[in-house]
């Protein structure tokens, strides 16, 4: 191991899986060096703090929280020392246009929840979540730190049973009509895939694993923001002797045969025996790499499917607002419509869901006193035309229906208002095509299906993120650091 210990690895990208790879990488031995082009460490989990208000960019569902434990445990540390975790009851509420649905914490009020929606669907709801549970428990343990570099890696007896166990090759539109017929309930199934992904009907039945997590395990929040997981990250890093290079964004690899000898950056060369990129994966391609380097033309990345992108509003409200719970998700109209216009014919939506999240509902240290700290997300197709009317066009017909929910005009209570879309994520993330979570996990994009983690020609340089193995999301992200920081180990280990 002693070799690895002069060896300087530059990862690009301060997100988490970024953050997550640094701290594997340092605890191995190497000196790691995190270039960032913002001036923020996070990524798309950034926060940013205006006039007492404290907002989370990007992730606030918190969800499969043994991954999050799990990662801390490798380095002998408590998640729980660096943040404090509650579980929310209701973990969420959905808002139809004739009755809001609740959902409790606890999984036996849920099955008698579904039992009052759907005659048999709360033994079906049982049945459903005990066949996620083994897909959840299979795939952490067999599937997701897979390097996904060959489909020899599957070739395994212990893998093809658990693939089969996984009906993976089965639709989760499918495999979820099995089990419910009323509509309220396969909405509440499917906005996992809808505002991560893809259509249900084109996703694999693998990813009602997040079913599990979302209806079984919980919902959780860590005081003070998502961000707090970031500092938690960051923390950790810092231990390990990372060290952090914000403001610094990476510009082009200075390629000697087959390798990356330097990186330039706006702030001058860096030398380099290894560069793992947790940048989105075409920037890196496209903007980093020279042309005759290149594994996946413009046409491969043109035709591959993305996740959504996003309108978020960022509000600061001086009041309290009633009937509104920590996650409120808005089907106050047609869902398949709006899944539509997201993926198969991509255009601004007619009829728009989106989410509303007021975290003050359960932390108060996020907005001075008796304010709310309100974010609004409405997931979008990526590439759109993004401008400053069609914002605002959208921020009224979402004030209109959130208004009308809680009964009263909050117009005049907005002190702080911040809008965030496509032509954002372009420009912060060098996000293709302005998407906010990556490349969606249909069949065709799964395991060695995705974009690879190693480069094919250049020796030492390697990718993470979630537009890499496993996917999109926090914890995914997570693994992914994990695992190929662990594959770039296990290189050097074997030319050594
Ligand atoms: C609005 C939104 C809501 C979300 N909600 C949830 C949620 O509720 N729950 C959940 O689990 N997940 C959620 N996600 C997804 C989750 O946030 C992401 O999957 C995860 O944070 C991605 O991490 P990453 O490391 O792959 O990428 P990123 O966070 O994008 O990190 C990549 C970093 O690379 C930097 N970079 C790019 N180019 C360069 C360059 N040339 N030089 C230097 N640095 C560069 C970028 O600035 C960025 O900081 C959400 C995402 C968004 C956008």
């Not at 060369?269 to 033309?297: C, G, M, W």
Request: charged share 25%.
């Amino acid at each position: 191991m002693y070799m690895l210990n002069n060896k300087k690895v530059c990862v690009i990208g301060s997100g988490v899986s970024g953050l997550c790879s640094a701290i594997e990488l340092a605890d191995k031995g190497m000196e790691v060096h995190v270039f960032e082009k913002n001036k923020e460490i996070g990524g798309r989990a950034r926060k940013f703090s205006v006039e007492g208000f404290t907002f989370d960019m990007g992730p606030s569902w918190y969800w499969m929280p043994d991954v999050f434990e799990n990662f801390f445990k490798r380095y002998d540390k408590n998640l729980h020392d660096y943040v404090n975790l509650v579980k929310l009851d209701p973990g969420f509420q959905i808002i139809y246009n004739n009755e809001t649905i609740q959902i409790p914490e606890k999984f036996e009020e849920l099955v008698l929840l579904f039992e009052k929606i759907e005659k048999g669907a709360g033994g079906q709801l049982i049945k459903f979540i005990e066949e996620a549970e083994i897909k959840y428990m299979t795939s952490m343990k067999d599937l997701v730190f897979n390097p996904s570099l060959s489909i020899k890696e599957f070739i395994r007896l212990d893998v093809i049973k658990a693939t089969f166990k996984l009906n993976l090759f089965s639709s989760f539109k499918t495999h979820v009509n099995k089990f419910f017929k009323h509509p309220k309930l396969l909405s509440i199934m499917e906005f996992p895939i809808l505002f991560l992904g893809a259509l249900p009907k084109n996703t694999p039945a693998l990813y009602s694993l997040m079913n599990y997590s979302g209806l079984k395990q919980g919902t959780f929040y860590p005081i003070g923001g998502f961000s707090k997981i970031i500092e938690a990250f960051y923390d950790l890093a810092i231990e390990k002797g990372v060290t952090f290079h914000s403001d610094t964004a990476v510009t082009k690899f200075h390629l000697t045969g087959k390798q990356i000898d330097y990186i330039e950056t706006n702030k001058g060369r860096f030398f380099v025996d290894k560069v793992l990129s947790s940048a989105d994966y075409n920037h890196t391609e496209q903007a980093l790499l020279p042309i005759i380097h290149r594994t996946y033309s413009e046409k491969y990345w043109d035709s591959r499917v993305f996740a959504p992108s996003s309108l978020i509003f960022y509000l600061g409200i001086n009041k309290r607002i009633e009937n509104l719970e920590h996650h409120n998700l808005f089907f106050d109209e047609d869902i398949q419509k709006h899944a539509m216009e997201i993926y198969e014919d991509p255009k601004w939506p007619t009829k728009p869901l989106f989410y509303v999240c007021c975290p003050t509902k359960t932390d108060k240290t996020i907005a001075p006193d008796g304010m709310e700290n309100v974010f609004i997300l409405m997931p979008i197709a990526t590439d759109l035309s993004d401008t400053e009317e069609l914002r605002e066009k959208y921020f009224k017909i979402i004030l209109q229906r959130l208004q009308k929910y809680i009964g009263e005009d909050i117009s005049p209570n907005i002190i702080y208002k911040r809008s965030y879309c496509v032509a954002d994520f372009k420009s912060d993330y060098n996000a293709f095509k302005g998407n906010a979570y990556g490349l969606a996990n249909t069949l065709k994009q799964t395991a060695f299906l995705k974009p690879k983690i190693k480069h094919k020609k250049v020796e030492n340089l390697y990718y993470t993120g979630q537009l890499t193995v496993p996917g999109p999301g926090v914890p995914p992200s997570i693994i992914s650091g994990q695992l190929v920081a662990n594959q770039l180990i296990k290189d050097y280990e074997t030319v050594i």
